[in-house]
C-alpha cells in the first residue's frame, strides 16, 4: 500500500513542542511526529542558525520585513479555516512541486509564471558545491531539466516529514488572471512554443471552435483566449487530465493549506520578497536574485484587455476555477470582472 504523509492542521509557529497525531491512508497507518520546538531543530555539526530560526527568532531589525510575512500567513491559514475541510492527506506523489535544498535547509514550491526559472536556478547555486555561482549563466532550459534539483517527492515519509518540519519553506505566486494571461500568451501565442501548440492547441480548437481550418486542426497554433478559456472551464478537460502546471492553481500545484508555508513571497512585489528569503536563508551576500532574466512580464492591466473579450458567463466560471488562489493569497476580485 501507498505510503501517506501526513500534515495535519496547523504548526503553531514559534512555540513548544507539539505532537499531531496522523490517521491513515489506505491500510497503513503512519504516524507523524511533529515537534514544532524551534530550538530542536540544531542538527549536529551545524553551528549557523537555520533559515527556519532566523524567521521565528529573529532580531528586531528585521521586524517591519516580518510583519508583513506574518500578517500573510495569517491570512492564509484563516483563509484555509473558512474555505477547505479540515482533514486532508498527501502522499509523496504530492510534493512534485517542492524543490528540497538540503545544504541550506529550504524548501521551495515551484509556481509556473511567478519566476520560477529564476528560482530554479539560484537554487541550483545553491545546491550546486560551487559548480554554479551566477544564476543567469544557467540556461533557463537547463533549469527546467528534472533531475537537476530534488524534489520532496523523492524522499521517504520520515525524511519528508523531518524536512517538512525543520526546513523554511516558501512559494511565491501571483495575482491569478495575471498568471493565467502570462501563461496563455507565452504557451500559445509564441510560435516556437509548438509542444504546447500539438499537445493542447489541436484539441482546444476540436472542441470549441465551429469550422476550424484543417491547418488549425493539424497545427493548434492560433488559439484564442477566449477558446482558451472555454477549455479550462469545460469540466471535461480536467476530467480528462490535471491541468498543466503552467495553468494549475497555486492550491493543487503546492497544497497551502497542509504545507504551512513560511514565508509567501509576490510577483508584484518579487524583488523585496527574494531579498528576504535569501537573507533568511544566509546567503543575500553572495547570491543577487536574478532580475533581468527573460520572461513574460506583464504590466499589471494585461488581464483586463484579455478579459473585455470574455463574456460574464465565463468569466464567472473562471473566476470560480481561481477563487481559492483569490482566496488564500488575498487577491481581490478585480475590477473589471463583470460577474454581478
Ligand atoms: C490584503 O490586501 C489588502 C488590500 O489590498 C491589504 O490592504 C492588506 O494589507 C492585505 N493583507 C495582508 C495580510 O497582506
Not at 14 to 35: D, E, Q
Not at 178 to 196: C, D, P
Not at 290 to 299: E, V
Request: charged fraction near 25%; hydrophobic fraction near 35%; charge should be positive.
Amino acid at each position: 500500500p501507498r505510503r501517506a504523509v501526513l500534515d495535519l492542521d496547523h504548526m503553531k509557529m514559534p512555540r513548544g513542542g507539539r505532537l499531531l497525531l496522523a490517521t491513515c491512508l489506505g491500510s497503513l497507518f503512519v504516524l507523524v511526529l511533529y515537534f514544532q520546538s524551534i530550538t530542536k531543530t540544531d542538527r549536529p555539526g551545524k553551528s549557523r542558525r537555520s533559515p527556519l530560526q532566523t524567521l521565528y527568532n529573529g532580531d528586531q531589525s528585521e521586524l517591519a520585513a516580518q510583519r508583513s510575512l506574518q500578517g500573510r500567513r495569517e491570512l492564509l491559514e484563516q483563509a484555509c479555516l473558512s474555505h477547505t475541510r479540515k482533514r486532508q492527506v498527501l502522499s509523496p506523489e504530492d510534493l512534485k512541486h517542492l524543490i528540497v535544498d538540503d545544504k541550506h535547509s529550504l524548501i521551495y514550491c515551484y509556481v509556473p509564471k511567478v519566476a520560477c526559472t529564476n528560482w530554479k536556478r539560484v537554487l541550483m547555486v545553491l545546491t550546486s558545491d560551487g559548480r554554479y555561482v551566477d544564476p543567469l549563466a544557467i540556461p533557463a532550459n537547463e533549469a527546467h531539466v528534472a533531475g537537476h534539483l530534488r524534489t520532496l517527492s523523492e524522499f521517504t515519509v520520515p525524511e519528508i516529514n523531518r524536512r517538512l518540519r525543520s526546513y523554511l519553506k516558501f512559494v511565491f505566486v501571483r495575482e491569478p488572471f495575471e498568471r493565467l494571461v502570462s501563461a496563455y500568451r507565452n504557451k500559445f501565442t509564441r510560435s516556437y512554443n509548438t509542444a504546447f501548440h500539438k499537445r493542447y492547441g489541436t484539441k482546444i480548437i476540436r472542441r470549441n471552435r465551429p469550422d476550424p481550418e484543417p491547418a488549425a486542426l493539424e497545427k493548434g497554433d492560433d488559439v484564442s483566449f477566449p477558446e482558451f478559456v472555454q477549455y479550462l472551464v469545460d469540466p471535461r478537460t480536467q476530467r480528462d487530465e490535471p491541468f498543466n502546471e503552467h495553468w494549475e492553481r497555486v492550491h493543487s500545484l503546492c497544497h497551502p493549506c497542509l504545507i504551512h508555508y513560511d514565508v509567501v513571497g509576490k510577483y508584484e512585489t518579487l524583488e523585496p520578497d527574494a531579498q528576504a528569503v535569501l537573507r533568511l536563508a544566509g546567503v543575500e551576500e553572495a547570491l543577487q536574485f536574478p532580475t533581468s532574466g527573460k520572461s513574460t512580464r506583464t504590466d499589471g492591466n494585461m488581464a483586463a484587455r484579455f478579459f473585455k473579450h470574455i463574456s460574464p458567463f465565463y468569466q464567472k466560471k473562471l473566476f470560480n476555477l481561481y477563487r481559492m488562489d483569490f482566496l488564500l493569497f488575498n487577491y481581490s476580485t478585480p475590477e473589471y470582472l463583470r460577474t454581478r
